[in-house]
Structures are given as structure tokens and as C-alpha cells.
């Protein structure tokens, strides 16, 4: 998983809930790293979980809700180091259709070693889009996020619902209606 996800995230835990926290769940953790993250490093993705797992026990709020709010923070992230990206698309529903042929395609060009899920397109409109998310990371609620942004964005908003094919959310379907 790129460096950037964790600075990120550590600065937005930093942002809502003090440096204490970020001291406490770092400490909590056995990572590799120490908790020494740099934006353009790779680390373990079970970092992130370990992370994840100790904020949401301080917490009390779930893992999916704490990827979701996440999520929301790394858009306007995306949206200030990838402006080429958003000029591109005019339309929330043309955008989201194009994250796997076109998005994380010029991803893994900037970062080869990223480790990004599929989308699998089973069917779109002009208004709706269903489709089937496959990460072994099970990020599904870092993409509501991101979809929600993508509206957002866009000026206008969806309704997004989630249908887990795979109990672990290892794969997860969205369908998506533009309101
Ligand atoms: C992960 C880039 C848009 C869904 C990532 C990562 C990067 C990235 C750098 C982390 C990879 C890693 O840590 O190894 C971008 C850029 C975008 C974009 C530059 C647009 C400008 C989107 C959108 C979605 C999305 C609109 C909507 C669903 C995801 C998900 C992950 C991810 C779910 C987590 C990894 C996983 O689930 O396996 N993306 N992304 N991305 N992206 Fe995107």
C-alpha cells in the first residue's frame, strides 16, 4: 500500500482525534516500519488493518465507518494532486465507469507497485451503474467514499447500495443511482 494512504490517514486521525491517538495506535501495532511513513514509500498493507483495527476499538467506531470518513478526506487529497484526472470527466457516472480502464490504469503507471481492486462493469446507463468490486483488502466502504465524493463533486448526489457477494467483502457489488 502507497505511503501516501498512510500519511494521510495519520494526519487525519491526528486532525479529529489528537497526536495522542496517533502515538496510541502506532504503539499498539507491530509495524514493520515503526510508524515512519513517507508519501512515496510502500508499505504492508496489515499496517493499515492494525491501524484501522486499534482506531476503531479507541474509537467504538466501526472499521467500514472509519474507511467511509477516510475515504472522503483522500478525495479532496486526489483532487489537489491530480487535477488532469477530474478535468477529464464531465459526468460522475462517465468517471466512476472509467476507474478501471482509465483511472488506476495511469496509477499504476505513477506507481507501479500499487495495489489497487478491480471493477467490473455489469451494466451502465446515463443515471445508474452497477458494478462488482474484487480486493482481497476488502476496502469496499473507502469506495462509497470515494463515490460519494465523486458526486459531490460533480454538484449532485447518488444512492449507493452495497450488496456483499463474499462474506469477507473480498467482493462486493454497488449499485448506483444517480438521484
Ligand atoms: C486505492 C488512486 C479514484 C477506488 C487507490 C490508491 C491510489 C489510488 C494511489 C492506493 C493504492 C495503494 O495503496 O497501493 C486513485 C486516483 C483516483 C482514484 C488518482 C482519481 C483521480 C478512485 C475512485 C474510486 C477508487 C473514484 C471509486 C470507487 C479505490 C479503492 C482503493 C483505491 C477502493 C483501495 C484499494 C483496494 O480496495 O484494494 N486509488 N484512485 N479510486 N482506489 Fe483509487
Redesign the pocket.
Known amino acids: 500500500?502507497?505511503g501516501?494512504?498512510f500519511t494521510e490517514f495519520l494526519d487525519l486521525v491526528e486532525d479529529k482525534f489528537g497526536l495522542e491517538m496517533v502515538d496510541k495506535i502506532i504503539e499498539q501495532s507491530e509495524l514493520e516500519s515503526g510508524g515512519a511513513y513517507t508519501s512515496v514509500g510502500t508499505y504492508d498493507f496489515s499496517e493499515m488493518l492494525q491501524l484501522l483495527k486499534n482506531l476503531s476499538s479507541y474509537t467504538g467506531i466501526s472499521i467500514d465507518d472509519l474507511l467511509l470518513v477516510y475515504a472522503e478526506h483522500f478525495f479532496s487529497v486526489?483532487e489537489e494532486n491530480?487535477p488532469s484526472?477530474?478535468k477529464t470527466y464531465t459526468d460522475p457516472i462517465e468517471?466512476?465507469a472509467s476507474?478501471e480502464n482509465h483511472?488506476?490504469v495511469e496509477?499504476i503507471k505513477i506507481?507501479p507497485?500499487?495495489?489497487?481492486?478491480t471493477?467490473e462493469l455489469v451494466e451502465r446507463t446515463d443515471n445508474s451503474l452497477i458494478m462488482i468490486?474484487k480486493?482481497s483488502?476488502a476496502?469496499?466502504h473507502?469506495?462509497l467514499g470515494?463515490?460519494n465524493k465523486?458526486f459531490e463533486h460533480f454538484n449532485t448526489t447518488a444512492s449507493i447500495i452495497l450488496e456483499k457477494i463474499k462474506e469477507d467483502g473480498t467482493e462486493v457489488k454497488f449499485i448506483i443511482n444517480k438521484n
Open positions: 500500500m502507497k501516501i494512504v486526489l491530480y484526472f477530474f468517471m466512476l476507474i483511472i488506476h496509477v506507481y507497485d500499487a495495489e489497487l481492486p471493477f468490486y480486493s483488502r476496502m469496499h473507502f469506495g470515494l463515490m465523486t
